[in-house]
């Protein structure tokens, strides 16, 4: 059974038998919603004052200018 959820075919078939369509959805959902966030602190960031992880992870993003870490991430 195995193989089959990994096959393309069976990702073919109608309806969503494994749910991996649905699993699908929610995951781009939530990252959605984590881009919606960042952009959100990105335009309302007062580093002296971060108000939470993603401020401070903003914050230190613009300190070490950090190649390893952009916008597509």
Not at 4 to 23: E, R
Not at 35 to 48: F, M, S, V
């Amino acid at each position: 059974m195995r193989i089959l959820k990994n096959s393309v075919l069976f990702q073919l078939l109608p309806g969503d038998p494994t749910g991996y369509f649905a699993a699908k959805r929610k995951a781009e959902a939530g990252l959605e919603f984590a881009k919606q966030q960042i952009e959100e602190h990105k335009r309302t960031l007062d580093a002296d004052n971060p108000r939470d992880f993603i401020d401070t992870f903003l914050v230190e993003m613009k300190k070490t200018k950090h190649e390893a870490f952009n916008g597509n991430q």
